[in-house]
């Protein structure tokens, strides 16, 4: 199944209008995500040549960590995670590939972790965005 999007910008940011598909095609050992881009200039300068590029989203990572202050990284998913944020602070966790909740929520400073047994004493964010799906749902 497809998915397809128009994105558009102003002022030298993105001049133009892209049109994004989104598919998954099939493959024989897993999941392959593509996407495929179509650029138009504007209404009046549309040529009739398209270019495309396919990226296998298995290994891109998705940060949904907020960004520092001072930080000019363009990032569209940054600060959408589900971290607590008075209690914790979201911590990346890289090679997860193109999916939520690929970090993790740390206690801060004067917080503590419930489990003060577990081996692993932070809030899994995939779990956090399953859990999350559930009460929206």
Known sequence: ???????????????GRMLLHINRPFTCGGALLLIQYV???????FSP???????????????QCPLPPSSTQLNIFA?????KKRTTECVPIPGLGFRR???????REGFYFPDTDSDSRYYNGSQIEMEYEKLIM
């Open 101 to 107: 909740g690929s970090y993790k929520c740390i206690c």
């Open 79 to 83: 600060a959408s995670d589900k971290c």
């Open 1 to 15: 199944m497809a998915s397809v999007f128009y994105l558009a910008g102003k002022h030298g940011v993105l001049e």
């Open 39 to 45: 650029w138009q200039r504007s209404l009046r300068s």
């Open 49 to 63: 040549g398209t270019s495309g590029i396919d990226i296998d989203l298995r290994r891109v990572d998705i940060d």
